[in-house]
């Protein structure tokens, strides 16, 4: 460590001691709203809402109207507060929010100011904005990142993770998820990291991987039995059941359904008996038990707000299955109409091709074939698109997993940084009982903090380059890559010039490592980026995204010369020097070649159509390059 940082540390730690025996104003209020942040902070709202709640109201009395910190903390554990479930709740979050965030000294205190804007995300999302949510999520865990508030990051990332999974976009989620699982580990926050592994298990439910889900889920379960947390089993319980359905293992699905409709039931718990009510439908109705499935969609009804689009799409899609069945075939059509509405809010993409078979079925009953026809072609498109979702499936664990070493390496950073940061705030909080001691040592912590700034700027450099930078390749990583295609991309649009994309991965990449081992595959990775390096030169720019993939950015570069180039990469690949490899080794690459167009609006289409020309090229017999 160096010697001036070793300096200001000891002398901010003396500091705390030579202030800890000073009297302290309402000391014993102080202690207590400090305890009721601790427990906040610990998850007591998982597994005891309304305990939250009461502690929440206790802070009024306990919080000191001139201690500017802990209103503004208070004014963030009552934000997440409100009960979504509940009418008229959102409106009053989104209200609240609104009114805190205009607090004349927030700007004083970044982190208080950043979770009250997630939290403000987090209620623009149940409010039916699901885009202005996103957006509000990506920007504050850039946010917490610049602050280095490792529990923000945690709390920005496992929201936009479950989102990501609800819309079906699981590398993006279990990215998010197992990183906040990590740090919430790492902080020492086991429910929050147990309520993460929760929505894990619920990314691996979606896309559909059931027995993993529900191993993850059982786990959990029986965690929340042996502690007495009945709510938190009783849900856990409710996903196993989902997952049990999913596999075809209806009659096990209904009896852990039916559990649960009782637990809630007992408990009086409506809206939850709802939700239930809900998902036991759908079993029913599977079973061919129509009239039951019908007579829990009624009970559930008055308690399903619209707002709560995820059940109140499913909620009237069953009611359509079952409108159909009976033959009514009106009702049934305005019920799908409400589910489609819900589905489209929050982009759910496997709802919204349920809701079209199901429509395209009416449309046969009644013998309006046009309109069937169009229903069921817009329902192959719509499952064509989840199928194309889904072809990463067996790729998304294997690319999370070796991502979760390069985000725990961060968060180790991370770490380090937040503890310096919290041992700097506890000296803020005590400055006014300090002034004297700050007078004294003014002119000596002057020169220690200006050459603390300086080796913490240096810091700062090197960990922004290591957050870019893939540490096997040292080409940039996902993120880096990802963030320059995009300013190229509507850089090309903006002055109409080209842009060409290649992506490429390493053939049999798993036989390498299942043959020679990963040390062979790792440096078979690094040969790969060395050849990069060599056919692009300066020119061009190549990074890792995961596993044995790899993409390349072409600026101001036709189609005809991108191919050219990828073709090289090829060659190139294919001839090199496997000398110092062992004997039998051989390694060759697919590559897919991609072009803008005008009629491209985003670049997922132009990565699309490279992925898709990668995918032709590996289908063709490999160690080639195809463009579309």
Not at 81 to 92: L, P, Q
Not at 308 to 315: K, P, T
Request: charged share 25%; hydrophobic share 40%.
């Amino acid at each position: 460590m160096p010697k001036p940082f070793l300096l200001l540390k000891t002398l901010l730690i003396a500091n705390l001691l030579l202030v800890s025996g000073l009297p302290l104003a309402n000391s014993d209020n102080t202690q207590r709203a400090d305890e009721i942040f601790s427990l906040i902070d610990n998850g007591i709202a998982i597994n005891e809402h309304e305990r939250y709640l009461a502690l929440i109201d206790e802070l009024d009395s306990v919080v000191a109207e001139n201690d500017t910190w802990r209103q503004l903390r208070k004014a963030r554990a009552r934000c997440w507060s409100f009960d979504i479930f509940k009418e008229g709740e959102v409106d009053k979050a989104l209200t609240f929010v609104e009114h805190a965030l205009t607090h004349p000294l927030l700007s004083q205190y970044p982190s208080h100011k950043l979770d009250l804007a997630l939290c403000q995300s987090f209620y623009t999302e149940q409010d039916g904005d699901v885009d202005l949510a996103l957006k509000g999520y990506n920007k504050a865990i850039n946010d917490a990142y610049a602050l280095e508030d490792l529990r923000l990051v945690a709390d920005a990332r496992s929201i936009r993770g479950y989102l990501h999974s609800y819309q079906g976009n699981f590398t993006l989620a279990l990215e998010d998820l197992i990183s906040a699982k990590s740090l919430y580990q790492n902080l020492n926050l086991s429910d929050w990291a147990r309520l993460n592994l929760y929505e894990i298990a619920n990314s691996y439910r979606r896309f559909g991987d059931q027995k993993s889900a529900i191993r993850y889920f059982k786990q959990l379960e029986m965690d929340r039995l042996k502690n007495n947390h009945f709510d938190a089993a009783t849900n856990i319980s409710t996903s196993i059941a989902i997952a049990e359905e999913e596999l075809g293992n209806l009659n096990e699905a209904k009896s852990r359904f039916e559990k649960s409709y009782q637990y809630w039931r007992t408990k009086g718990n409506e809206v939850a008996q709802a939700t239930v009510g809900v998902n036991i439908a759908r079993t029913l109705i599977q079973l061919g038990e129509l009239e039951q499935a019908k007579q829990y969609l009624d009970l559930a009804k008055p308690f399903i707000q619209a707002s709560d689009e995820a059940f109140y799409g499913f909620m009237h899609l069953f009611y359509g299955q079952t409108y159909l069945a009976e033959g009514q075939f009106e009702q049934a059509l305005e019920s799908l109409s409400l589910a489609q509405n819900a589905f489209v809010r929050v982009k759910n993409m496997k709802g919204l091709a349920e809701q079209l078979k199901i429509k395209s079925d009416v449309f046969v009953q009644q013998g309006d074939w046009q309109q069937a026809y169009e229903s069921l072609n817009a329902y192959v498109q719509q499952h064509n698109e989840l199928d194309t979702q889904l072809l990463s499936t067996y790729t998304t664990e294997m690319r999370t997993r070796f991502n979760a070493d390069q985000m725990e390496e961060e968060n180790r950073h991370l770490m380090k940084n937040q503890q310096l940061r919290e041992i700097e705030l506890a000296i803020l909080e005590q400055n006014k009982l300090q002034q004297w001691i700050i007078i004294l040592l003014g002119g000596l912590i002057t020169i220690i903090i200006s050459v603390f700034a300086y080796k913490q700027k240096q810091k700062n450099k090197l960990l922004s380059a290591l957050a870019l930078t893939d540490d096997l390749t040292q080409l940039p990583n996902r993120r880096d890559i990802y963030r320059k295609a995009e300013e190229q991309f509507e850089q090309a649009m903006k002055q109409q010039t080209p842009l060409s994309v290649i992506t490429f991965d390493a053939d049999y990449f798993k036989q390498i490592n299942d043959n020679f081992g990963h040390e062979v595959g790792d440096d078979s990775l690094k040969l790969l980026a060395n050849i990069c390096r060599s056919v692009l030169g300066s020119k061009y720019e190549a990074a890792r995204t995961g596993g044995e993939e790899f993409l390349i950015l072409l600026p101001n570069t036709d189609k005809d010369n991108a191919f050219e180039i990828a073709q090289n990469l090829v060659n190139k690949v294919r001839t090199a020097d496997l000398s110092n490899y062992p004997q039998q080794f051989s390694i060759t690459i697919s590559a897919g070649v991609a072009c803008i167009t005008r009629t491209d609006e985003k670049l997922s289409q132009l990565l699309k159509r490279a992925d898709d020309a990668l995918y032709l090229a590996k289908k063709e017999g490999r160690d080639q390059s195809r463009m579309l």
